[in-house]
């Protein structure tokens, strides 16, 4: 959804506020994707700041649907985003224009905007709990149902090796 903010952006005093639907129906982060279980619309309101400028604020509740980064068990992420940016006028972007990639020309791009406030909001770890004692690297067992027994302090060696590639995925 593009929303043209050429009136707001050049008219003093002006301001406009919107709800809008997101079209998105899921998060993609580069490497992983992650389905949206629930969105609110998107309350924008735009108020013009003085000569080609505005300061945008933004707030909507996104729920997508995660993994445990340690046992894989689904957990759901809610993020609250409430955001304010000031946008200018295309004329006056200079050497900023990268920060308005939000922007095509005078419109905002709402999804593109939502987009990069859901990657600023991204919980850094998933965590089922605090406490989650993973998968067991040797037999694949979720360590929170039951112990397995599995001695994982010598592996076999091959799993050692997946083991590895696992943390280097998963723990970030
Ligand atoms: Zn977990
Ligand atoms: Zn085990």
Redesign the pocket.
């Known amino acids: 959804m593009l929303v043209n903010l050429s009136d707001v952006l050049t008219s003093e005093g002006m301001e406009m506020a919107r709800e809008i639907s997101l079209e998105m129906t899921c998060y993609d982060n580069g490497t992983e994707s992650f389905e949206i279980a629930s969105k609110s619309p998107i309350s924008l309101t735009v108020t013009n700041a003085g000569e080609d400028k505005a300061v945008l604020r933004g707030c909507a509740d996104i729920s997508f649907r995660g993994a445990c980064d340690r046992c894989l068990t689904e957990v759901p992420v809610a993020l609250k985003l409430d955001f304010e940016r000031t946008i200018l006028s295309p004329e006056a972007w200079g050497e900023e224009a990268d920060d308005f990639g939000f922007m095509d020309g005078f419109s905002l791009d709402v999804e593109t905007l939502v987009h990069d406030e859901i990657l600023l909001n991204w919980p850094a770890k998933i965590l089922c709990k605090d406490d989650c004692k993973g998968i067991?690297p040797?037999?694949g067992?979720n360590l929170n149902e039951r112990e397995?027994g599995?001695d994982t302090f010598v592996p076999d060696p091959r799993m050692a090796v997946i083991q590895d590639i696992f943390k280097k995925n998963k723990e970030v």
Do not use: H
Request: hydrophobic share 15%; aromatic share 0%.
């Open positions: 067991c040797v037999c067992q397995c599995c």
